[in-house]
T-cell receptor, first 113, second 113 residues
């Protein structure tokens, strides 16, 4: 069965600092991986996705993520965080033959000036 | 372009009252549709998904039910609400043929008194 672990419940970074949010997945075959962002009281917005090919994926809002099969990871990165990036971030995995995605429990990002 | 509408945005209901939340998608045909619940500070719990009219899969036994009377309409219902039904309810759609990114509505904040 598929599963996703986001080890960090809450991360605080200074504005302008770099960011890395961790995501580990469990799935026997090649996974389909996603990162979403959720602002308070809002729905989830897709940041980026990985299906196959280049393991470094570029997304919206300056985010990127790298798929590392050997580590079963799909970490989200941003070189310089803006105050508007403060939100909840969710990693998700999909599997061939499954109709739904499996979401991690999320990482809340706080950005301090 | 595709859009998803979810209403109402906020709802306050007494215990034991019925519930009907509606979600509609525009700009696509035969989407997969999903209902999630998000408890405060928690991740997403998949409640129901549908791959076609009248086809509903339930992921968690509970006090809720879902229906899909039209291709792009998904309804979440309850005959008698419980206190534990409080939460943030999110509707999502994806292109059929898994796995695909899911696109979320803005959610409904449900408070049970």
């Amino acid at each position: 069965a598929q599963s996703v672990t986001q080890p960090d419940i809450h991360i605080t970074v200074s504005e302008g600092a770099s960011l890395e949010l961790r995501c580990n997945y469990s799935y026997g075959a090649t996974p389909y991986l996603f990162w979403y962002v959720q602002s308070p009281g809002q729905g989830l917005q897709l940041l980026l996705k990985y299906f196959s090919g280049d393991t470094l994926v570029q997304g919206i809002k300056g985010f990127e993520a790298e798929f590392k099969r050997s580590q079963s990871s799909f970490n989200l990165r941003k070189p310089s965080v803006h105050w508007s990036d403060a939100a909840e971030y969710f990693c998700a995995v999909g599997a061939t033959g499954a109709n739904n995605l499996f979401f991690g429990t999320g990482t809340r990002l706080t950005v301090i000036p | 372009s595709q859009t998803i509408h979810q209403w109402p945005a906020t709802l306050v209901q007494p215990v034991g009252s019925p519930l009907s939340l509606e979600c509609t998608v525009e700009g696509t045909s035969n989407p997969n549709l999903y209902w999630y619940r998000q408890a405060a500070g928690r991740g997403l719990q998949l409640l129901f998904y549908s791959v076609g009219i009248g086809q509903i899969s339930s992921e968690v036994p509970q006090n809720l039910s879902a229906s899909r009377p039209q291709d792009r309409q998904f309804i979440l219902s309850s005959k008698k609400l419980l206190l534990s039904d409080s939460g943030f309810y999110l509707c999502a759609w994806s292109v059929s043929g898994p796995p695909q990114p899911q696109h979320f509505g803005d959610g409904t904040r449900l408070s049970i008194l």
